[in-house]
């Protein structure tokens, strides 16, 4: 008996031998790291910050700039994480950035070889930070943090920095096409949640008021270069 379990054993590894050869080497084929590079277009409410900074542009208030890196766990499913990026930036003034983090969950599929269908969720963290660039001593803090509904003096260097954090989720579909199997173009069309309080901005460790700007349900729409490995 025991010589005919031996070759019943022998015959299966004959099976499953030449499968398992196959299941690794397109398994060790696959492109597995995602990077990408881009431009997003949303449409924040900034009016009552832009209109303290005294200037705006279209550059400064809709215009996104994207990096994100992902990593395929799955035949169609990948991890990672992406950062969104807003900057105004003024001479000798107030400088503002947004960042948008996310920690990003995505499937995909292929209806042509060279096409990629794909659906993305993410929570994320959010941060804004309002800064100067030059190193004295005025009462500009005081008149910007004044137009937030801020009373007293705030007359400190112009390096301080005021700053709030908020989460949010972002959810997009989209689709790629592979130029080559290393690089791809990538659209996505989507939008962003953000749970931001006015009431929870800190300058210099203390609490104030900061701007009422509506950040609350955005679409997102993005464009980006992506470099397969």
């Known amino acids: 008996m025991w010589i005919d379990k031996l070759k019943f054993m022998l015959r299966m590894n004959q099976k499953l031998f030449p499968i398992l050869i196959i299941f690794f080497t397109v398994l060790n084929g696959q492109s597995r790291l995602n990077i990408q590079l881009g431009t997003g277009f949303y449409e924040p409410n900034l009016a009552v910050l832009n209109e303290a900074f005294g200037d705006s542009s279209f550059f400064s208030t809709n215009i996104l700039l994207n990096f994100t890196a992902t990593y395929q766990v799955y035949y169609n499913s990948r991890v990672g994480i992406g950062s969104w990026n807003s900057f105004h930036r003024l001479k000798d003034s107030f400088n503002r950035h947004f960042s948008y983090r996310a920690f990003i969950l995505e499937t995909f599929y292929y209806p042509r ?17 309002i800064s100067m660039g030059i190193e004295n001593t005025n009462t500009n803090w005081t008149d910007l943090l004044s137009t937030f509904g801020n009373t007293g003096n705030f007359t400190f260097k112009s390096t301080a920095i005021m700053n709030s954090s908020w989460f949010g989720f972002t959810s997009s579909i989209g ?47 993005r464009l980006g270069v992506v470099f397969v490995r």
């Not at 009431?199 to 700007?213: C, D, L, Q, S, V």
């Open 175 to 221: 689709i790629r096409y592979y130029i080559k199997s290393s690089l791809g173009i990538d659209f996505r069309i989507g939008f962003t949640k953000n749970f931001y309080n006015k009431e929870k901005w800190k300058y210099e460790g203390e609490t104030i008021i900061g701007p009422g700007i509506k950040l609350d349900a955005l679409p997102l729409f």
């Open 113 to 129: 070889e060279a096409i990629e269908f794909n659906f993305l969720l993410a929570p994320m963290w959010n941060s804004c930070n």
